[in-house]
């Protein structure tokens, strides 16, 4: 894997008002993109609402590039139907990477990025330092979608021999 950055931990934790695509609610999963990568959460079934808590990873090569989010909702006859998409950008986490965390006390806020025109999200996000790792708790507000958000954690991995 040259140029390798690091890893790149994805908790999807949960769906918040998820669009309705059949009677009884939805089937969804998400999918996460980044170049080639694809990796995606197990299938909620009858959900519009539904927890998942689950971790993917990511290698991240090109810290510039984001990670594009999609919702679909699994059907067993036909093709899956969409239910939104999103990106989010992994610089935040990155900026970070070079400073010396020894001096950072756990919990704080390294910094503070807020909804905008040019970004998914649903409302202010923190890149914190926690438990030795620095850590960004995002909602990102779907688009292309009725309505629809995806609350995920990002969490850094360091690589051993990268800085």
């Known amino acids: 894997m040259?140029?390798?950055?690091?890893?790149?931990?994805?908790?999807?934790?949960?769906?918040?008002?998820?669009?309705?695509?059949d009677a009884r609610g939805s089937d969804?999963?998400?999918?996460?993109?980044?170049?080639?990568?694809?990796?995606k959460t197990s299938v909620k079934k009858r959900s519009v609402n539904p927890i998942w808590h689950e971790e993917l990873s990511l290698s991240i090569t090109n810290p510039n590039a984001?990670?594009?989010?999609?919702?679909f909702d699994k059907d067993t006859f036909s093709k899956d139907d969409p239910m939104g998409d999103a990106e989010i950008e992994v610089e935040p986490l990155v900026e970070f990477l070079h400073m010396d965390p020894e001096d950072i006390r756990n919990g704080t806020v390294m910094r503070s990025i807020r909804p905008s025109s040019r970004n998914c999200l649903a409302e202010e996000s923190k890149v914190c330092w926690k438990n030795g790792r620095f850590v960004?708790?995002?909602?990102?507000?779907?688009?292309?979608?009725?309505?629809?958000?995806?609350?995920?954690q990002l969490q850094w991995v360091n690589m051993p021999g990268r800085k």
């Open 2 to 21: 040259d140029g390798l950055v690091g890893l790149l931990k994805v908790r999807v934790v949960r769906g918040i008002n998820l669009a309705y695509r």
């Open 28 to 39: 969804p999963y998400v999918v996460l993109r980044l170049g080639k990568q694809k990796v």
């Open 66 to 71: 984001p990670i594009k989010l999609a919702v």
């Open 136 to 152: 960004q708790d995002v909602i990102l507000r779907l688009r292309n979608v009725e309505s629809g958000e995806i609350q995920l």
